[in-house]
């Protein structure tokens, strides 16, 4: 199973980007979706997870980034707007997916570069 990120670049504050996720490979179903991110010389931190019907924000992204799924395809979408540039930071994917029915993992993209800079 792999997650393929696409969708980073750079950014001139208040403009947006659209990040890609997709999860490939063989597997039961992908149960969780979400992402994370890491500024130099942080932890990485919650940006924004989807479970079923259930969404979660980081208090500094909400009202300004939206996460969403396209389930047929098995990706994950984080539409990013009003971008600041303390929202500059590596983008990580994450999925928590079935590879059968009884076990269930933790995987990561491979990180995408967002850079918020005039």
């Known amino acids: 199973v792999q997650l393929v990120e696409s969708g980073g670049g750079l950014v001139q504050p208040g403009g947006s980007l659209r990040l890609s996720c997709a999860a490939s490979?063989?597997?039961?179903?992908?149960?969780?979706m979400g992402w994370y991110r890491q500024a130099p010389g942080e932890q990485r931190e919650l940006v924004a997870m989807?479970?079923?019907?259930?969404?979660t924000y980081a208090d500094p992204v909400k009202g300004r980034f939206t996460i969403s799924t396209e389930n047929a395809k098995n990706t994950v979408y984080l539409r990013m707007n009003s971008l600041k540039p303390e929202d500059t930071a590596v983008y990580y994917c994450?999925?928590?997916?079935?590879?059968?029915?009884?076990?269930?993992?933790?995987?990561w993209g491979q990180g995408t570069q967002v850079t918020v800079s005039a």
């Open positions: 994450f999925a928590n997916i079935r590879p059968d029915y009884y076990n269930n993992r933790d995987y």
């Open positions: 490979g063989t597997f039961y179903r992908v149960t969780v």
């Open positions: 989807l479970r079923g019907d259930t969404t």
